[in-house]
């Protein structure tokens, strides 16, 4: 492009140049909160047919939004903001994305450096304004001439940084000033690379084992009584199963772990299980191999810690996952390869009923749970996550709330055939819905209908993802467990060391409000399920008529650590004749 | 305290103390979001009669409804929240109270040190989390005997850091790591002061000029045709008005300036004014004292900056309120002192019409801009906000948003009665709703009924201050105008550079959501007002029978450009006797 001085053109053509950049990138989707500032990048997105842009007024959940689309595609979207609080209104989003390794470009639009710190409206300190939760910081200034042979790199290396980054998928975050005028007509954009590719290209690369590891892995996995706990990029299913058929072990597999189609053989009840001392006591193995995040059980986890078991930690992105410091070896590399290396380099697997005691207790648990739930024809937490888990086509995503339904699905979910997907890098309740948006947002790209799982909780707290989600084509349907409150801290201490009166002040924090109200201000439209069974058609329903749907279960909060003690009495109850003298440990009640 | 190892019990001493000390330092007010790892604090909080605790679901909101508090009491509020996004949900309310010098405590929970980078749930890095929008940073690590004694100095040194830290009032952080168990039975104290006096006392000082400053001062001021520009933070009004006096100099009194109470003498319409070209040529000054934050109007500050005028900026927070690099003197000190100081020195003040020029015209444009809106039966938003300046008692506290209800206020709002209050620290539209009710909330300790103007974007944005809000005892009225989307973008040139439907989607950006459903969802009531007479007896109405209300106010994006237009063209007409030739400067149409 030629040198100009006249700002406005300077800013579009730097904005077109970014967004072409992205395009060629494989960017698909953008989020943009309405400003002034962020006018010439906003324009610059919309005028790009290959780009789905969504309007939003609240930049916390658009962020959130973007989160979704890329925790649902891999591919970073790109979320913009005006200056001032609209960019910090971001922040939560980028701690999640950071720690659960979601790709993610956050452009932030800022004042041009003569305008800070001397009172200018609308201008913050936005240089590196999330700290050290982003895998790529970068400010390029007021856009000049004399640096537009930089402008596709920048773009193009967001990309790259936000899905190939050092440490994995993550946040980017590129802080653009702009000087006034903010419209203008793009000059001819700087010459990209022919054939439309983009400036540069990442990945292609993938850290396995080499002879040393695997030889140091095997000499201690191979022959050994050992079990898999597969969470969240535990990798390919499929290399999962053949090694633990090669060495004969059970795959303990968490809801995200894709490990839970039904038919293939896993055990999806452990925290049940474990919760029985003595079952607990007559499995521990002598080894653990885990495959990517760990799950939500403080009762597995606690029971992997007393193993006294050596333990192999796999993570594709190198992140540290050893809370209690039992992991004997860190394997930083990527799981798929390392799995089939083991499976090939295994000498026999270890023999014995090991593999068919977990699948017997596995078989008893999974009864026990179905017939406990059963017996109740009034909706129960657990048991909205059990209908979820079977009731939905193979083809639907299930986002899962932190708090509680996380561990509703983890615990009492069973098999599924549906991606499950949540905010666990943080284990935060904000943006859950919003979240779920942008998977739903996704399912235009590839797949189909979206479920949210939320408690009332999060879903007030993220209401804002309602803000013009009727006008935005996606299938959604979001299920509302409402107990009128915070349901997790009934299973916690304090729900018993204090007074009911403060307990309800701090913890159990009724609110009264409806969440089908807040829908219908939205134009959304709802169903109260007050019968368990009317779950599964109401979802249906829901999923063939498309569109957006809340769908309200009314629980209690009381009775639901009694139900939860129920299945845990019948889960004991069916492991007595395998495991006599099995209780279940009441210290164990809790979350 | 004696020493011990039971955690529980070292949790809650610490915690316990810090609260007294609080209390001891003047803290009246608490904001809790619900979680486990802060339950020490949270109970301990919720244990002291003296201080009001409220319970709020969203972090985001709970962090606006502190700084209201702070606002409003020149307290800081502590804000406590859970580890994790819960924390980081806090940012843009700190960044706010760091720009608009409002005294807050933060309280985070964090996990311990051992918890940290392992992968254990709900841990993020939270050390500086604020970045640099805080005035002092502390994170003491797990409480350990052997600290006991710096407990109380901790929590006292962060409410002088709060209240008195270097550059003013603003948010302090404290991180506040817990092991578990996070429940125990507080041992005595660490003793404290005698009398309950605070650890530390802070304050008690006053930065003034010196003889030296004084002399170049008056040697700049003294005798010359000047302008008080009067802001936030412009120092006592019965100083800046004996200075005018004393000078014969006009005050262009912002809304926030306390300056605007009838029967005082000051421009309030300084914009309408000088959007007339012959006007603003006619009475262009040879000096300007600035007094705190700068007003909104952009045509107010073209103005002094094409001036040519010398100019003072004094702020008492030392803040450099200079986006146009026009001020000669920059003067870090209380404005009070100042004045005085100056009113005693100068010598005789400018003689002439000066003063009477300005009032005449002052004159002229008020009853302008009354003559217009009373053509106007349907609501305008000029006119709302002329109503409430006008009608609300003078206890009343009115706080208004970002964007244009604070330029409303601030060009058509004329006398006031009432105490003006914004988020003009970094103008942004989030947290409006909390923050008035944060304000209200202070009213418990002194002051009448609080009523918030917000547009219908600030008010969506925040919805989530209902939240609860029916039951905190408070006296709100939350007035909304709504334009459906955002209004301040029609007078942008993005208005008329764009095609209708690009700059709807990007901008107006409707959302066809009706706040009185939002508030009925939570349990508040409302009421639509369709013609400008009623909106005051609606007030009054709302301000009798106390509680919360909404009023909702329907406006038009493009009416409300043609009525400011009316506006202005009328005030150019009323000034064209004595400035023949005035036209409105159709470039000024903008904000």
Redesign the interface.
Known sequence: MPPTADEGVLNATFCATLVDEWVRSGVTDAV?A?G?RS?PL??AL?ARPELA?Q?H????AAGFVALGLGMATGRPAVVLTTS???A??L??AV??AH?AGVPLVVATADRPPE?H?????????QT??F???VRWFAEPGPPAPAAASTWRSLASRSVVEAVDGVGGPGPVHLNLAFRE???GRAAPLPAGRGEGEPWHVGGGTRTTVDRRGLEGLTAVLDGARGVIVAGAGCGPVDDVVALADAAGWPILADARSGCRSAGRPAILHADALLRCERFAEDVVPEVVLRLG??P?SKVLAGWLAASGARQVAVDADG?????D?TATHVVRADPGSVLRALARSFDGGWVGDWGGRWAAAEASASAAVDAVLAGHDEPTEPGVARTLCRSLPGHASLVVSSSMPIRDVEWFGGPTAVRVLANRG???I??VVSTAVGVALAARWAGGPTVALVGD?AF??D??AL??LAARGVDLTIVVVDNDG?G??SF???AE??DTE?FE???G?P????PL??A????IDGTTVTAAPELAGVLRGALDRGGVHVVRVVTDRAANVAVHREIHDAVAAALASSHPGSDPNRAGDGV
């Open positions: 943009v309405p002034s006018t906003a324009l919309a842009v309007v007024h609240d930049e916390r001032g609080t609209a910090v209104e922040h939560p701690v999640e720690q305008l710190d001397v009172g200018a409206p609308q201008t913050v300190d590196h304004l700290g050290r939760a005028p903010l419209l995040a760990p939500a992140r540290w996952f050893d809370p410091r943080a284990n935060g904000d943006g909780v007030l707290h209401s804002n803000l013009g915070g997790i801290f916690l201490p304090q060391a204090l403060r002040q701090l913890f924090t609110h009264g409000v409806d109200a807040v219908a201000a939205h134009g």
